[in-house]
């Protein structure tokens, strides 16, 4: 005799299974395929139709954007344009996009998220770098955060508030 609790288990194992071999809507155009499951499991990542220069392309380094690729939209938080975010985080774009050398020790570590500010992603997908703030004698409260998909996001204020940070190009 299979208990209640089993029971429960084992449609729960079956359903795993079937979402993971691609069979959810029996393979014939009924379920979502994986794309279009991830797509509305981050619904407020949005696409623009036009691919303006500066979007992020397969195999660049994180917190990059390349040429070609479609015009994304990682979060529905306020945007800043690259061109309008202070020389210093230029710059710390720059050295991003080159790979460094990062002038913190804590550049390029693992930014947790803890504040809940910028959409939930696993551990590891966030990295943080400092931008330097004129006449601070610390790392200051000013930061780039990047995610492993591309999107790069400012703070002026020790992760209180955020703004994704667009291409010059984008909308």
């Keep these: 005799m299979i208990t209640r609790c089993a029971r429960l288990g084992l449609a729960l194992?079956?359903?795993l299974a079937l979402l993971l071999t691609g069979c959810a809507g029996g393979g014939t155009?009924?379920?979502?395929?994986?794309a279009e499951s991830t797509a509305t499991a981050a619904p407020s990542r949005?696409?623009?139709?036009?691919?303006?220069?500066?979007?992020r392309s397969p195999g660049s380094a994180p917190g990059?954007?390349?040429?070609g690729a479609a015009a994304t939209?990682?979060?529905t938080l306020p945007?800043?344009?690259?061109?309008a975010l202070p020389a210093e985080a230029r710059r710390t774009l720059t050295l991003i996009r080159d790979g460094?050398?990062?002038?913190?020790?804590?550049?390029?570590?693992?930014?947790?998220?803890?504040?809940?500010?910028?959409p939930r992603r696993k551990r590891g997908y966030y990295?943080?770098?400092?931008?330097?703030?004129?006449?601070?004698?610390?790392?200051?409260?000013?930061r780039i955060v990047t995610g492993t998909e591309g999107d790069v996001y400012y703070t002026d204020d020790h992760y209180e508030s955020f703004r994704e940070v667009v291409p010059d190009e984008a909308r």
């Design 73 to 75: 939209r990682f979060s």
């Design 79 to 83: 945007t800043v344009r690259e061109g």
């Design 13 to 15: 194992l079956a359903g």
């Design 127 to 142: 990295h943080e770098y400092t931008v330097k703030t004129p006449g601070s004698r610390d790392r200051g409260a000013r």
């Design 46 to 55: 949005t696409t623009d139709a036009a691919p303006p220069a500066g979007s």
């Design 100 to 118: 460094g050398p990062f002038p913190y020790a804590k550049d390029g570590t693992v930014f947790s998220n803890f504040e809940k500010v910028l």
């Design 64 to 67: 990059t954007r390349s040429p």
């Design 29 to 34: 155009g009924g379920g979502q395929s994986r």
